[in-house]
């Protein structure tokens, strides 16, 4: 099971990365660190008014969406610890939205 696991990580190998060929400005969830320091910087922003935190709050969506992808894959290859980590991150993500439009609606 375990040798099947890593032909499968070594088989996702590819000589561009799609995002950057894509212009796409959202963190790529497969990297920690730039999922981190979104999280970060989008948490300490304030949002000024409903507008700008549902434009905020839709872009955190479509990260939510790339984890769900990674999730997918990693139910099906039983990598527990894979999807404890994008559970994590997923509810995350959903109580900062959460606390947003909290505060943006107060």
Same mark, same amino acid.
């Given at each position: 099971?375990? +040798?099947?696991? &890593? ?6 190998? &590819? ?5 950057? #060929? ?8 497969? =990297?920690?660190?730039? *999922?981190?320091?979104?999280?970060? *910087?989008? =948490? +300490?922003?304030?949002? &000024?008014? #409903? ?10 969506? =479509?990260?939510?969406?790339?984890? =769900? #992808?990674?999730?997918? +894959? ?17 509810? +995350?993500?959903?109580?900062?939205? *959460?606390? &947003? ?6």
């Amino acid at each position: 099971m375990t +040798e099947k696991r &890593k032909m499968a990580v070594q088989s996702r190998i &590819k000589d561009l990365d799609d995002k950057y #060929l894509a212009c796409d400005p959202l963190p790529d969830p497969s =990297n920690e660190k730039d *999922l981190t320091t979104f999280i970060t *910087l989008w =948490n +300490e922003q304030n949002d &000024k008014d #409903l507008r700008s935190a549902v434009d905020n709050c839709q872009t955190a969506e =479509n990260v939510i969406k790339s984890i =769900n #992808l990674i999730y997918c +894959e990693a139910l099906a290859q039983y990598d527990y610890i894979k999807i404890k980590w994008c559970r994590d991150y997923i509810k +995350e993500l959903r109580d900062i939205i *959460l606390r &947003k439009y909290d505060e943006v609606s107060a």
